[in-house]
C-alpha cells in the first residue's frame, strides 16, 4: 500500500472498511472528490473544531477534499482506482490543531518533535460481481515523548469520536456510489 511509503512506523493506527455495490471505477472518483456535506455528523464535528481558527481569523475547516487542503491537508499520492493517500502535521490534541500544511516531496522526512504527522489513505479494493471494499487507515506518528504523552491524553477521549467520523465518510461514499 502507499500509506507505507509515507508513514512506515507509527505509534497509532485505526482501519474501517465498508462493501460497496459499484465498481471501483465509479467509487474512486467519489473518494478523490471527498465531499462530506451530506454526513451531518462529520459537519457538526467540523464547524466544532473550527471554532478556535474562527477566533484566530483562519478559514473554518470543510466537507470536502478541497476544503480540507485549503486548512492544510496535502494529496501524498494517489493510485486512480486503487489509493488515495493524504497527510498533514499537526499538534491535533489542542483545540486550534497546529496543523502544518507539508508538501508531498517533504513528507516522509519531515519531522519536527512538536507535531504529530497523520496519514489519512482510503484504498479501493475490486470485489465479484462489480463491487468494491472501500477501507479507510490513519496512522499517526509522535517523536518526541512530550508529544506522545500529549497525543495519548487526547486519543483516549477522542478515539471513538473519530472512529465515527471515519465511518461516517465510508457511509457517505458508499450512498452516493450506490446511487
Known amino acids: 500500500m502507499l500509506i507505507d511509503d509515507y508513514l512506515p512506523e507509527y505509534q497509532f493506527q485505526a482501519s474501517y472498511a465498508t462493501e460497496i455495490d459499484a465498481p471501483v471505477e465509479r467509487v474512486y472518483p467519489i473518494v478523490r472528490k471527498l465531499d462530506l456535506r451530506k454526513a451531518y455528523l462529520l459537519r457538526v464535528l467540523f464547524w466544532l473544531r473550527s471554532i478556535p481558527g474562527k477566533l484566530a481569523g483562519r ?106 467520523t471515519r465511518k461516517s465518510a465510508l457511509r457517505c461514499i458508499k450512498r452516493e456510489a450506490e446511487a
Open 59 to 164: 478559514n473554518p475547516l470543510g466537507p470536502t477534499l478541497a476544503d480540507l487542503e485549503r486548512a492544510g491537508l496535502t494529496v501524498l499520492e494517489e493510485a486512480p482506482s486503487k489509493e488515495l493517500v493524504t497527510g498533514f502535521a499537526g499538534k491535533i490534541w489542542t483545540p486550534a490543531g497546529g496543523v502544518r500544511k507539508i508538501n508531498a516531496t517533504d513528507f516522509r522526512d519531515f519531522n519536527d518533535p512538536e507535531l504529530a504527522k497523520i496519514v489519512w489513505s482510503f484504498s479501493l479494493e475490486p470485489l465479484q460481481g462489480n463491487r468494491t471494499r472501500l477501507t479507510t487507515h490513519t496512522r499517526i506518528q509522535c517523536d518526541d515523548p512530550e508529544s506522545l504523552k500529549k497525543f495519548r491524553r487526547y486519543a483516549s477521549y477522542m478515539r471513538s469520536i473519530s472512529g465515527m
